[in-house]
């Protein structure tokens, strides 16, 4: 029996595929550069890994309440308070199994057969292929450096969108976009007139580099935020992200992440308590994938990739290829082969100019990248 057609229609993640080759090498005995996943290289703070011993010792192995542990919302809420100044209810707070528990159970509630959703081109590919799941209609828009790689409301005007559902992330993946305040309440205003609801994707959030940015809670309620622990906290593993909703949509979505996931995973929400507690470790991290980032941009250039915008936070770099005149794929084929460093396709972040960029991740020792670019510029020259 074959699946159906939906599930046909979504495509892999080529970043995963280009691992396991990756992954394959290594054990073949080739030493590989990874500058392909968005996975954070250090390790979870002491205090989160005591409390996800404690966690152990104290049983915490049942179902949790269905929005999440009422203790991790009040958290939630009082990193709101203490970050952004501003009074978010634990009642809006629900805790999800990752971001992508989140994004599945947002679009479960809001997307069918008669809506859109309207994202950006490059982006997270999650929220293209979850919305097809989700049976919904979808509408990408084209961004570029013209406008940073924000969508905009002329944009949306551009593409005649008139979304019922429009998500964007700041920062963003693949680009490190940092979206301005103004741009957020514009596309905010120029959905509300059409009765549209905007999602941001936050999971960046406490990692840009070079300004500072308000939530885009506090431009709304009526705002849907996503984030979660997964980046900032390197808590890939855990599963655990939240999100912040309008008061008219916790029960809903109560509904389906009980027939869903029951509750989000109990020890790791447990762990989770402790996260916002290591701020050292947090300020550190940023400064060290500022100074990752900083070098990178640097030796690409040079290089001769071109890097139109310089990505404002998370730890991605989105380069043009264009001066080798080989397709973004091959290109990555290639790197892998013959110079042993992995990275990515435009291929994985939607179709535009897809086919001239790739994507490198900086979430990796600065020694390790240092040796990658080395790689580079040794097997470039075998190619130009
Ligand atoms: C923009 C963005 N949102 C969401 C996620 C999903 O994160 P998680 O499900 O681990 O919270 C990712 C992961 O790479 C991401 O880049």
Request: proline content about 5%; hydrophobic content about 40%; charged content about 25%.
């Amino acid at each position: 029996m074959r699946v159906v057609e939906r599930v046909e229609r979504i495509k892999p993640f080529y970043v995963m595929e280009f691992l396991e080759i990756a992954k394959a090498k290594e054990k073949e005995g080739i030493d590989i550069i990874h500058m392909e996943v968005g996975e954070p290289d250090f390790d979870v703070s002491k205090e989160i890994k005591e409390k996800a011993h404690e966690g152990i010792e104290k049983n915490i192995f049942h179902y949790t309440h269905s929005l999440g542990m009422v203790e991790l919302r009040e958290a939630i809420s009082e990193y709101y308070r203490n970050v952004e100044g501003l009074y978010v209810s634990p009642e809006r707070i629900i805790i999800t199994s990752g971001t992508s528990g989140a994004f599945l159970l947002l679009f479960l509630c809001l997307l069918d057969q008669t809506k859109t959703l309207v994202f950006s081109d490059p982006g997270y590919p999650c929220y293209r292929n979850l919305a097809i799941l989700c049976g919904s209609k979808i509408l990408p828009i084209p961004v570029d450096e013209k406008t940073n790689y924000m969508i905009t409301p002329e944009s949306l005007e551009a593409f005649g969108a008139k979304p019922d559902v429009l998500v964007l992330a700041s920062p963003s993946n693949p680009t490190g976009t940092v979206y301005t305040e103004e741009i957020i309440r514009e596309v905010y205003e120029y959905l509300k007139e059409g009765g549209g609801i905007l999602i941001v994707d936050e999971i960046y959030k406490d990692l840009i580099y070079d300004c500072e940015i308000k939530t885009a809670l506090s431009i709304s309620d009526e705002i849907i935020v996503v984030n979660g622990f997964s980046k900032t906290h390197a808590m890939t593993g855990f599963r655990v992200g939240w999100m912040v909703v309008p008061s008219h949509l916790v029960k809903p979505i109560q509904k389906c992440s009980q027939n869903v996931f029951i509750c989000p995973p109990s020890i790791s929400q447990y762990a989770a308590l402790c996260a916002f507690s290591s701020k050292e470790q947090l300020l550190a991290v940023k400064k060290e994938f500022k100074r990752r980032r900083d070098f990178l941009v640097k030796e690409l250039l040079s290089l001769g990739f071109s890097i139109p915008y310089l990505p404002q936070g998370a730890f991605y770099i989105y380069a043009g290829i264009e001066k080798w005149k080989m397709d973004s794929m091959d290109f990555c084929r290639r790197a892998l082969s013959e110079a042993h460093v992995a990275i990515t396709p435009g291929y994985d972040f939607g179709d535009y100019q897809a086919q001239t960029h790739v994507r490198f991740s900086y979430a990796q020792k600065m020694d390790k990248i240092e040796e990658g670019t080395k790689r580079l510029k040794a097997w470039l020259k075998t190619i130009t």
